[in-house]
């Protein structure tokens, strides 16, 4: 397992240089005597004006299903449960002409997780908006030993408004998140960007139906 520990420290220095933040508690690197899988995938932003989500801070929040209470979480609590994984959108693994969006890559014991909160951060110019899921998204997968288990990519997309003065549409400050799954794209990054982990088969965990203000579907066209 060292070579895991490893490589996990080698990638917590590469997500905060490549402006990825990840936050990931203790418990979940004392990995020494634990099975271990990876959690895959993507966080990015739509490029497109007026609906750019480039300047959005957006967060996913993971935790241990068994970790979950119906008490509200102390701040002790979220320090030492919670996973969270933060982008604003300054450097991209990927780019095309519609979004931008950077590949995850988690060493997690091997166990049942869920998101259970997004937020997103943003600014109209004026004033600066915090959103985030007020119920539990309870958005399960599962981690297996020696898998990549690939929860797809959430693209954040700015809400549009329209100025009464001009007659001009502008992001609004606010957004929300479009998930949906582009395995042909991140399974090749995956292995661009983690050469050390070729034995690693990659798989698709499917999340359950989200219904939610913040989240949407994804559909793409063909």
């Known amino acids: 397992m060292r070579y ?18 990840v936050s ?17 995938g993507t966080l990015g932003a739509t490029t497109v004006w007026p609906s750019t989500g480039e300047t959005l801070v957006t967060t996913l929040h993971i935790r241990e299903v068994s970790t979950r209470s119906s008490i509200l979480m102390s701040d002790y609590d979220i ?23 950077q590949l995850f890559t988690l060493p997690l014991p ?60 502008f992001p609004s ?10 395995k042909a794209r991140d399974e090749v990054l995956f292995y661009e960007l983690n050469p050390q982990l070729t034995d690693i088969q990659f798989d698709v965990k499917t999340l359950a139906t989200i219904k939610n203000r913040l989240i949407y579907t994804k559909i793409h066209k063909s």
């Not at 869920?114 to 958005?139: A, H, M, R």
């Not at 690939?150 to 001009?168: D, H, M, P, T």
Request: aromatic content about 14%; overall charge negative; hydrophobic content about 35%.
């Open 79 to 101: 320090e030492n449960e919670v996973i969270t994984l933060t982008n604003e959108n300054q450097h991209f693994d990927f780019k095309n002409e519609k979004e931008i969006g």
């Open 24 to 40: 990931i508690p203790d418990k979940y690197t004392d990995t020494q005597n634990q099975s271990i899988g990876f959690l895959v």
């Open 4 to 21: 895991l520990f490893i490589y996990f420290c080698s990638l917590m220095l590469l997500g905060c240089s490549s402006g990825l933040k």
């Open 110 to 169: 091997v166990g049942e997780y869920e998101i259970f909160q997004v937020t997103i951060k943003g600014s109209n110019g004026n004033q600066t908006f915090t959103q985030k899921t007020d119920e539990d998204l309870s958005l399960k997968f599962e981690i297996t030993a020696a898998n990549a288990s690939y929860i797809g990519e959430f693209i954040a997309k700015s809400r549009v408004a329209e100025s009464q003065l001009w007659n001009l549409k």
């Open 173 to 182: 400050g606010y957004g929300y998140f479009l998930h949906g799954y582009n």
